[in-house]
């Protein structure tokens, strides 16, 4: 099954990073216009039919404060980390974040993450894409633009100070 959404909010649209609860019912996802979207997904048997009780929120920086700008909210990805915090990278004005949206909902406040300083040599809207933790608890970021030597796209994997590099 699948469903389409739209709205006539400005902000709706864009989203590029979601999770879903245990049962596949309850969905959480971010955006490229730095905002949240929480709802219920409707199933009829196993198949996927509805979308309801969609809430959007701004995600907040450490202060409680909307985005100021899109790029200032440009919302990639959003995995879950060990501590059950959900990570999120911003793209155009890099840096990482985690939100503890468990605890305190869509009112979570950015706590920054560190990240290797060279993912923000990238080209304007084309740093952090994908996110992630690995099992041994390193953070990876994958770009959408920012390529190695050989065109390769760039890739980190780090916990700490200490990175590793990779190119895919």
């Known amino acids: 099954g699948g469903i389409t959404r739209g709205s006539p909010d400005q902000d709706f649209g864009g989203f590029s990073g979601l999770v879903l609860g245990k049962v596949c019912e309850d969905l959480l996802a971010v955006s490229d216009r730095g905002n949240w979207l929480t709802g219920r997904l409707i199933y009829e048997g196993e198949t996927l039919t509805g979308f309801a009780d969609a809430v959007m929120a701004p995600i907040r920086d450490s202060k409680g404060r909307p985005p100021k700008s899109k790029s200032w909210g440009d919302s990639e990805a959003l ?8 990570a999120v990278g911003v793209e155009s004005r890099v840096r990482g ?11 979570a406040r950015f706590s920054a993450l560190p990240f290797p300083l060279d993912i923000d040599a990238g080209p304007e809207n084309g740093e952090i894409e994908a996110r992630g933790q690995l099992p041994n608890g390193r953070l990876i970021a994958i770009a959408e633009q920012l390529l190695d030597a050989d065109g390769n796209i760039r890739g980190w994997a780090w916990k700490g100070e200490a990175a590793a590099y990779f190119s895919i």
């Open 79 to 86: 995995p879950r980390l060990a501590d059950g915090r959900l």
């Open 97 to 107: 974040g985690a939100f503890d949206v468990a605890k305190k909902g869509l009112d």
